[in-house]
């Protein structure tokens, strides 16, 4: 393997590039992209086939498009119910994560006080409990609360358990603000109040964005959750949803395939939009 | 990408405590943030920065909102499982049947628990040989320049961002008795391979193991790539010109200078794989997964505790889970990370 790169690489200055092992990288790229794409294809076009199909050669293609499955989840109002549950649950979620993730973060980078120190050792903290470890014992304070069966009993503990993540990205954004900024809006006459309100939101947006992103993504995606907190199919999420429907429909492989390929499309349509800023968001969340 | 990470590189300079885990400072001021006498004439003049002391209204009306619902549904249910734990509950009314740590003696005694803990072992352990290698690999081929390079990014984080339920789903049909794995190995010729992935519980742990890496892989992968972009091309160029081989390159500079990144990915890779639930859950169910041989910590305590009205003995399951995950984080914040957090948690990689 040293032998044929090593000659190459002292010529020239980005080593490994010779165009041997460039076809050798793209023909493993081009078999990675089939790797991660077969499945998710395979639902998508298992969805057009018929059980008939399905039964006779569960890995062909369809033979031709049959859009019937397709079109019956769509006419379902279940689907759309739940698309619905789903999107509200994630912006709220959302939203008053940021606002509230907005609000402690600024007082915590840029005021002083006691206690300043051990509360963010406190939301710091909050990344070391998982929801897995809080779910039964949640579950009954949301219970007790009368939350069960409704989004709400789902939104509240999102937020909750976003609330670490948003306030540990958003922390340093703040106090990265430089002071003089602050010091001029003074003599202006801005409080501080008025400061975070005129110019901290207004700077604080990459950041915002990004943690607003991966709460949106978490509660569009959560399962367990609404698992325990919603008994009310008509308060199902998309997740859950999809879980139900595969296991009342279990012989209909194809409409199951169908409801499951539909499911994932808002993800990947709301992952294609923010894909810059999510990869960037993940990776600075580790990093910054 | 490049807004966020330029912000956050903006953030780089930083004051020196942040770099031990503490909180970024905002200006200096004295520590404790009360002012002495004499510095509040010099204080008053550089203005209302932030230095100021703020009335407690403000403060708690900014913080107050997210505390009360940080500690009422994260904090409190945490101690709530430890209180619960001790009792033997169906979950109305107020828990009364103390029993002390029967529970805990009750799970740990149990063998179906040692089985799950023992799944849980091997999938973070697997979990770092399978993808870590696979994704280290896959970022050094795809930190080169290619034509396509920014849709295969985009492609290989697309099971990362599916949703667990609809990848369980998807993946539990294809890999059923005469699901399309098995049709395709038939259409192959390979027929004699098809076996039955989810149920036989020699394989079933490794077809979890397969859905996990292809799922989790493109996290690991962009992470790496992050990395990667962090470190100078100057370095290999100047080893190259030294007659260094591509490999030797790769082997000496890139993965050392990589470690900080590789063991922060390890960390939150340790911590995903002792709270796995959903995909099991999905594909396996209540039943299945414990004949199967992919039950987990998770799939048990949901399967012993709510499932089967025993909230007490659920609440005991959860306190051991955060009790080990506890352990293992800490126990790698202190002998692995400690030495690098600097590096990783406040970027050193860019």
Known sequence: ?288 | MATVSQHLSSVRPVPADESRGGIPAPAPDDADGRRVPADRARARRRGRASGERVPFGELALLIGPALIVFVAFVILPVVMAAYYGFFSWSGYGVPTEFVGVRNYLTILGDPDFREALGHNAVIVVMSLVLQGPIALGLALLLNRKLRFQSVIRVLIFVPYVISEVVVGLGWGLMLQTNGAVNGLLENLGLGALSADWISDPNLAIWTLMAIITWKYVGFAVILFLAGLQGIPDELAEAAAIDGASYWQIQRRITLPLMGPTIRIWAFLSIIGSLQLFDLVWIIWGQYVSSTAGTSTMATYMVANGRNAGSYGYGSAVAVIMFLISLVIALLYQRFVLRRDTAGAITGGAR
């Open chain 1, 1 to 288: 393997m040293t032998a044929f790169a090593a000659p190459r690489a002292r010529r020239r200055p980005a080593p490994g590039q010779s165009r041997g092992s460039t076809l050798i990288v793209y023909f493993i790229a081009l078999v990675l992209i089939a790797v991660i794409l077969a499945p998710v294809v395979y639902l998508i076009t298992g969805g057009l086939r018929t059980n008939a199909e399905l039964t006779t050669d569960p890995a062909g293609l369809p033979a031709s498009a049959n859009w019937s499955n397709y079109l019956d989840v769509l006419g379902s109002g279940v689907f759309w119910g739940q698309v619905v549950n789903s999107a509200i649950a994630a912006i709220a979620t959302t939203v008053v994560v940021v606002a509230l993730g907005l609000m402690a973060a600024f007082a915590l980078a840029r005021y002083r006080f006691r206690g300043r120190g051990a509360i963010y050792a406190l939301f710091t903290a909050g990344l070391m409990f998982p929801m897995t470890v809080a779910i039964t014992p949640l579950y009954i304070l949301v219970r007790d609360l009368g939350l069960t069966n409704g989004l709400a009993g789902v939104v509240v503990p999102q937020i909750a358990f976003a609330l670490p993540v948003t306030i540990v990205i958003l922390v340093p954004f703040l106090a990265a603000i430089p002071n003089e900024l602050q010091e001029a809006a003074a003599i202006d006459g801005a409080g501080r109040l008025q400061f975070f309100w005129r110019m901290v939101i207004p700077l604080a947006v990459p950041g915002v964005i990004t943690v607003g992103i991966l709460a949106f993504i978490a509660s569009w995606n959560s399962y367990m959750l609404p698992l325990f907190i919603l008994n009310d199919p008509a308060s199902f999420t998309l997740p859950l949803g999809t879980q139900a429907f595969s296991s009342q429909y279990s012989v209909d492989t194809a409409r199951v395939l169908a409801f499951t390929s539909l499911s994932m499309i808002p993800a990947l349509i709301f992952f294609s939009v923010f894909e810059r800023r999510i990869v960037g968001g993940l990776t600075g969340a580790v990093k910054g």
